[in-house]
């Protein structure tokens, strides 16, 4: 079986009708928005977002986003043992959400040298049975030693994707919201035997807001 990579025009016909792929749908690639559209204020810059040429750039929720504690902040409340991530039962209280902040570059959350975040999509998905989507970073972000977890949107799938980041310098870092903070690329072949949705996969229905590892 042979795939072949989703173009602009591809994109954009599966996200109209009934089903759209992923919604809402920016038909273009948008570069500047309007920070406080309710004045006469000229637009600001933004990090890319939209429908690029082989490729949807999304954009980050302004709503939730959650910065896992530093190791230190468990000693200050003396205890005698840090707590383990445990992908099969994750603490949430391990996570703390995030301030939202604005200035005249934008709306943004600050993550802290060495760390780690979860953040979910302003655009949901909901995945043809042939079509798989994979997660790739963008090269604003990249050149900023801020890096995404790439990881696929199955065939079948339907929500709001929770989004997993890492900052990687030893200073804290802006990762924007309402504006581009990753790149999904879509990869469509033969209707699989059997997709997410047929298997009524863990993660299905994601709402608006971070969801935890679940098993």
Known sequence: MSFSLLSDREI???SIGDRPMLSPLEPELVRLIDLHPNFKMSPI????FGTSSYGYDLRLAPHDFRIFKKRNIWQKLGLQETPIVDPKNFDKSLLYKAQLHRDRTG????MPPHSAALGVSLERFDMPRNVTGIC??????ARSAITPFATPIEAGW???PTLEFGNNTDLPC???????????VFNRGTDCETS???RNGKYQDQACEVTLART
């Open 12 to 14: 954009k016909e599966l």
């Open 174 to 184: 802006k990762i924007y919201a309402n504006e581009g903070v990753l790149q999904m």
């Open 158 to 160: 339907r929500g709001y």
């Open 45 to 48: 810059k933004a990090i890319s």
């Open 136 to 141: 790739l970073g963008k090269s604003t972000y």
């Open 107 to 110: 709306d943004y959350f600050v």
């Open 196 to 198: 997410y949705s047929d």
